[in-house]
């Protein structure tokens, strides 16, 4: 079975310019997650997917990144533009429903912002 | 909104040694709790979860964890540990929502195993 794939792996570019992730989840998942990591700390919600419908983006900073999935397949997070303190890896992560939080993550996007 | 902590940021242990890592969390109900592990170069995995019934909750890689109501905490336990479960690991909480469930991650624990 495959799991949750992302890309790219690794992502460098100067403040104020902009950068999409890629993920696809497993095969079937209706709900996809994307997290992000900042180095030293747990993974912080950004935007949380039932199907193609938003169902949390709580804590998505919605002047500089936004999501889409569509279809209810695979899904893109984007920054524009982006800060220095978006520096942190982005993991997509899906499960089979909304009941019972994230089950299988992907490797993740390290981003860096110089 | 629900909480979590994790007062152990790194713990040292020998290997073949017991393992205890610690987490407590904020919460009004009845809490969804996991325990998830992040290797070095890895994604997360799931470790085990619990969301009712036996409070003893057993998962893969010989883990345990125990949730204990009247402390608030899910502490994780392995009756002895291998080099190969050095890596950093992560208690979180799910707040059921109307439709879905919220899950938000402790700070983590970061685990080193001497030979």
């Known amino acids: 079975e495959a799991g949750v794939a992302q890309s790219p792996r690794y992502k460098i570019i100067e403040k104020r310019q902009s950068v999409a992730f890629w993920c696809n989840p497993i095969s079937g998942h209706a709900t996809l997650y994307w997290y992000q990591q900042i180095l030293g700390q747990g993974p912080k919600l950004l935007i949380q997917?039932?199907?193609?419908?938003?169902?949390?983006d709580s804590q998505l900073p919605k002047d500089r990144f936004s999501a889409e999935r569509l279809k209810g397949v695979d899904s893109t997070l984007k920054i524009q533009p982006a800060k220095l303190e978006d520096s942190a890896v982005y993991l997509c992560?899906?499960?089979?429903?909304?009941?019972?939080?994230?089950?299988?993550f992907g490797q993740g996007t390290r981003l860096t912002v110089v | 909104a629900q909480s979590v902590t994790q007062p152990d940021i790194h713990i040292t242990v020998s290997e073949g040694a017991s393992l205890e890592l610690r987490c407590n969390y904020s919460y009004g109900a009845t809490p969804y709790l996991f325990w998830y592990v992040q290797s070095p170069g890895q994604g997360l995995q799931l470790l085990l979860k619990y969301f009712s019934g036996d409070t003893l909750v057993q998962g893969i890689k010989g883990f345990e964890a125990e949730f204990k109501r009247s402390q608030s905490s899910f502490n994780l336990r392995k009756p002895s540990v291998h080099w190969s479960d050095a890596a950093e690991y992560f208690c979180a909480v799910g707040e059921m929502k109307t439709s879905y469930d919220k899950v938000i991650f402790g700070p983590g624990t970061s685990l080193s195993v001497i030979p």
């Open positions: 997917f039932q199907n193609n419908g938003v169902v949390d």
């Open positions: 992560a899906s499960s089979l429903d909304g009941s019972g939080g994230p089950a299988f």
